[in-house]
């Protein structure tokens, strides 16, 4: 009878280091698949990379506790959202680089004409209706504003921080429009 006891608790001994091994091989096989997704993911998906880091700390912390079906549920987990890092990560990379692309082209348009119009003014052009030599200062101020906020947003797209890049742009378009307006110009969309 002895001999029967102990050939099942190493029966079950042996299942569980089966099992704990199957775990970690599915944990370790997660953490692969997050650590190849991780640096774009980083920049075009943060949240949803913080979700699937999660779901991977979950089921590590589940594997520690011996909890095997938690702790697998949570290494599929984080595998599934690994791979839907990929389509999400590229998915945001093409809009924000067509996004980029026509600011781009655009923007230093708009801040040409503008720069053309101030140096008009500068040089002794008739001022529009409205506008005083105050009035003007002001506007060049903005100008040289919107000059280095443009400056900054294109050295972050050209490091390849996309992300970053399109918030420093994020309000030039209305505040290109402003300016536009007050310069006398006829004030349109950036991307027109």
Request: charged share 30%; aromatic share 4%.
């Amino acid at each position: 009878m002895l001999c029967g006891v102990l050939a099942v608790a190493l029966l079950a001994a042996g299942c569980q280091n089966r099992q704990r091994e199957a775990t970690e091989a599915a944990i370790s096989a997660a953490e692969t698949a997050l650590a190849t997704v991780q640096t774009e993911a980083e920049k075009y998906v943060p949240d949803q990379l913080k979700a699937a880091q999660a779901a991977l700390q979950s089921g590590k912390d589940a594997l520690a506790r011996d909890d095997y079906s938690k702790a697998l549920a949570g290494a599929h987990d984080a595998a599934n959202r690994a791979k839907e890092l990929v389509v999400a990560a590229a998915t945001k990379k093409e809009e924000w680089t067509k996004a980029w692309a026509s600011m781009n082209e655009s923007i230093p348009k708009r801040l040409n004409e503008a720069k053309r119009r101030l140096d008009a003014y500068s040089h002794g052009a008739r001022l529009p209706s409205g506008m005083d030599q105050e009035v003007l200062e002001g506007a060049k101020r903005q100008y040289e504003q919107l000059k280095q906020t443009w400056e900054d947003a294109s050295s972050s797209a050209t490091q390849g921080r996309l992300g970053e890049a399109m918030k420093k742009a994020a309000g030039m378009e209305e505040a290109l429009e402003q300016l536009m307006e007050t310069l006398g110009m006829k004030p349109k969309k950036v991307g027109q």
